[in-house]
C-alpha cells in the first residue's frame, strides 16, 4: 500500500535547545495520535541527528537527513557518509533539494551517485524535483522535471526504486509563500506516477509515494493533500512550529 508520508525539514535552523524542544512537542503531540498508514519524518539538521533519533526510539515518527555524500569513508572533510546516518538508525535523507542544485552545484549524476548509495545502507531517499519560475512560465516544466527523473532516479533497478520517495518541489514555491495550487500539484504528480508507470510497472507507480513541497502550511495542506496521486508534504518553513507541523500532520 501506498505509504503517506509528511516529512519536515528544517534546513539550517534552530539552535541545539530549540531543536531538543521541538523534536519534543512533536514527540509528546504524536503520541496522542493514531498515525495508522501515516509516516511522520522529521529532517533536523545533521549536529541534532542523535538527538532525534534517541526521542524518535520512544516515540511514533522517524528521522531524516538533509543530505548525505556518496562515499563509504575517506577523505571528505566535513562531509558524512551513508554508513554513518545507518549506524545511527536514520531512515530517510533528503537529496536533489532545489537548495543544493543551486548553492552547492549538485548536478544529475552527483544525485544519481547519492541515490545508490544510500539504497546500499537501507535508507529511503526523498528525492526532490521541480521547476524554476522561468521554466513553468515557458511551458517546460513537465520536461524539466522529465529530466530529472530521467538523469538520476530511472537507472536503478524495479526493487531499488521502489524503496525511494519522490518530492515535486516547484522551486517558484519554496519559501515564498505562494504554493502550488492543488490541481498545478496533481497534474505533476499524475505525470510523474505516469513516468514510473511508462519505466518500470503501473503497479510500482501505484505504490510510490510522491509529496508536495513548496508552501505547503495549514491552511493549505488539506486541500494539497486530498489528490488522488499527492501522498503528503515535504514540510520547510511550517515545520519549525509544532502547532503548525501537526496541523499539517492531522491533513494528511
Ligand atoms: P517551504 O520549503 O515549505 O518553506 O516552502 C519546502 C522545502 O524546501 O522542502
Redesign the pocket.
Known amino acids: 500500500m501506498r505509504k503517506k508520508i509528511v516529512a519536515g ?1 528544517w534546513k539550517m535552523n534552530k539552535t541545539f535547545l530549540e531543536a531538543e524542544e521541538l523534536v519534543a512537542q512533536v514527540a509528546e503531540a504524536l503520541e496522542k495520535r493514531k498515525l495508522d498508514n501515516k509516516a511522520v519524518v522529521l529532517c533536523p539538521p545533521f549536529p541534532y541527528l542523535e538527538l532525534t533519533t534517541d526521542i524518535a526510539k520512544e516515540s511514533k515518527f522517524q528521522v531524516g537527513a538533509q543530505n548525505v555524500y556518496p562515499e563509504d569513508n575517506g577523505a571528505y572533510t566535513g562531509e558524512v557518509s551513508p554508513p554513518m546516518l545507518e549506524s545511527m538508525e536514520v531512515e530517510y535523507c533528503i537529496i536533489g ?1 532545489s537548495e543544493r542544485r543551486k548553492y552547492f552545484a549538485e548536478n544529475h549524476d552527483f544525485l544519481a551517485r547519492k541515490l545508490d548509495a544510500l539504497l546500499k545502507h537501507n535508507i529511503i531517499p526523498i528525492f526532490c524535483c521541480g521547476e524554476v519560475l522561468s521554466e513553468r512560465k515557458a511551458k517546460k516544466h513537465f520536461k524539466v522535471v522529465e529530466t530529472q527523473l530521467n538523469e538520476s532516479l530511472f537507472h536503478l533497478k524495479k526493487d531499488e526504486v521502489s524503496n525511494v520517495v519522490i518530492a515535486y ?1 516547484p522551486v517558484w ?3 515564498t509563500g505562494v504554493n502550488a495550487t492543488a490541481e498545478e500539484a496533481q497534474e505533476m504528480h499524475a505525470f510523474i506516477r505516469g513516468l514510473v508507470a511508462k519505466k518500470y510497472s503501473k503497479k510500482l507507480s501505484e505504490e510510490i509515494s510522491i509529496l508536495y ?4 502550511n495549514a491552511k493549505n495542506a488539506k486541500e494539497l493533500f486530498s489528490n488522488p496521486d499527492v501522498d503528503g508534504g ?5 515545520s519549525l512550529k509544532s502547532e503548525d507541523f501537526l496541523a499539517i500532520v492531522d491533513a494528511l
Open positions: 525539514n533539494h518541489e514555491a519554496i519559501g513541497g513548496g508552501s505547503c515535504l514540510i520547510g518553513g511550517a
